[in-house]
Nanobody, 121 residues
Framework: QVTLVESGGRLVQAGGSLRLSCTAS????????MAWFRQPPGKTRELVAA????????YYADSMKGRFTISRDNAKNTVYLQMNSLKPEDTSVYYC??????????????WGQGTQVTVSS
């Protein structure tokens, strides 16, 4: 089993920055891709960004390109999401996810509990 624990979510003003972290434990050797999803109030969960095991391949949703950066430190079993130029519409619960088979926009088997990001206008 893989356990994912997110941190870093908080209240921030529009235009500000945040860095989310997600640390994996357990059967971390089985993890390939990792990702961040979000689920705004009243909306479905969406893929924000994803990164391959090596870090050499990344994916970003169009609305996040240029503002968000995903990275990972395999020695620490941690994935990060640097969020800049935050907007009120970025307000959401952000979830960390990990997959066993490498397909960045595919299925993720492991999920964290989420961390709340609130952007005030």
């Amino acid at each position: 089993q893989v356990t994912l624990v997110e941190s870093g979510g908080r209240l921030v003003q529009a235009g500000g920055s945040l860095r989310l972290s997600c640390t994996a434990s357990g059967r971390t050797f089985s993890i390939t891709g990792m990702a961040w999803f979000r689920q705004p109030p009243g909306k479905t969960r969406e893929l924000v960004a994803a990164i391959s095991r090596s870090g050499g391949t990344t994916y970003y949703a169009d609305s996040m390109k240029g503002r968000f950066t995903i990275s990972r430190d395999n020695a620490k079993n941690t994935v990060y999401l640097q969020m800049n130029s935050l907007k009120p519409e970025d307000t959401s619960v952000y979830y960390c996810a990990a997959q066993n088979l490498p397909a960045l926009t595919g299925r993720y088997e492991h999920w964290g509990q989420g961390t709340q990001v609130t952007v005030s206008s």
